[in-house]
């Protein structure tokens, strides 16, 4: 068998899909209280449509539990989707048995938030970027140890490293050995569950540089989710925001950005400080105040409209739809 390596992209047509979400939920039952006649479910991903294009990074940004880590897992079947299709390479995924889901499997894989949590604390990583080549003959066993020494190089470690265990690394050196175990199946889209939000600013760059590197060489898409605003502006093109289980605006980074169109976006932005304190000081800013509603029992209308300081009677009772334009908002009376 000859040297496995990765091999090296191909031109890219950026608009074709490599995953297509058409009004996806995923809900989770919740028994009622005792004597109660009526079960709730708590809509974690509530009729969610969003297209991945190859080669693309998509932010996904949000308060902690409006569904941003849910979604991810249910794009890639870690969690089962309560309605909806999932589309992977044009083909529908969305009730693939195990068996039959394994190529695609393959093809996505996950970064989670807390690599040490990610890692077997009682595997070397060499034992741990071996056992996926193993189990699904991805390299002759002679192999093995040449294709974990390619996929240390590739995240900036040396061969060394294999012969460690977790907990001999920092932070950031975990992070990049979960990155490299994700590499070994050589997937196509990686879904980034707030990859860096455990690290240091200084190896947050880091590992957002080499996501960005890995990505120009070897054609991957993400879907990139996260808390920080800031790490979501450096690595995206598009970023989607999300509240309550629901995607409320659509756009490119630069435009979003610049112009943001839900009051929901606005005031994310708003708590996102500048990094010029005189500019600081000078700016209105608008404070996000309240809590997020239950995803059990979400308000009737626009979600969003307990906490909106924009809220009229409309936004009580009409839910709003994502507009099917370049710049998407979901909302009946988007900012100028």
């Known amino acids: 068998m000859s040297e496995p390596s990765f091999r090296p992209p191909e031109p890219v047509d950026e608009r074709r899909p490599i995953m297509q979400i058409e009004r996806l939920s ?3 039952p919740v028994r009622g209280a005792f004597l109660s006649r009526r079960d709730k479910a708590v809509k974690a991903v509530d009729d969610v449509s969003l297209t991945l294009y190859e080669g693309e990074t998509v932010g996904l940004v949000g308060e902690s539990g409006c569904g941003k880590s849910t979604l991810g897992r249910t794009i890639i079947r870690l969690e089962q989707s309560s309605g909806g299709r999932i589309r992977f390479e044009g083909r529908d995924i969305t009730h693939d048995p195990p068996k039959k889901l394994i190529p695609a499997r ?3 894989q996950m970064i989670f938030q807390d690599p040490y949590a990610s890692l077997n604390p009682r595997m070397r990583i060499v034992d741990t970027l071996s056992e996926p080549l193993l189990v699904h003959r ?4 002679h192999e093995i140890r040449r294709e974990v020494d390619r996929l240390l190089a590739l995240v900036g470690l040396p061969s060394s490293a294999g012969n460690r265990y977790p907990h001999e690394f920092s932070g950031g050196q975990r992070q990049r050995i979960g990155i ?23 190896i947050q760059a880091q590992i957002l540089n080499l996501l960005q590197d890995l990505q120009e060489e070897l054609t991957l898409t993400y879907l990139f989710i996260a808390h920080g605003i800031g790490a979501v502006k450096q ?32 005031l994310l932005l708003n708590a996102y400080p500048p990094p010029d304190p005189a500019y600081r000081r000078k700016q209105s800013r608008v404070i996000l105040h309240g809590d997020i509603p239950s995803p059990a029992n979400p ?33 009946h009376y988007p900012l100028a």
């Open 138 to 141: 991805l390299v002759e066993r």
């Open 180 to 202: 490299a175990r994700a590499l070994s199946f050589r997937p196509k889209l990686l879904v980034c569950d707030e990859p860096v939000s455990a690290l240091d600013v200084s």
């Open 299 to 331: 308000p009737a209308g626009c979600r969003f409209h307990t906490r909106c300081p924009y809220a009229q009677q409309r936004c009580r009772v009409e839910t709003p739809h994502l507009s099917e334009k370049e710049h998407a908002v979901a909302c």
């Open 26 to 28: 995923t809900h989770y």
């Open 235 to 266: 690595i995206s093109k598009r970023v989607a925001v999300m509240y309550l289980g629901k995607i409320v605006e659509l756009a490119g980074t630069e435009e979003l950005f610049r112009r943001p169109r839900h009051p929901y976006t606005q």
């Open 106 to 108: 393959m093809r996505m």
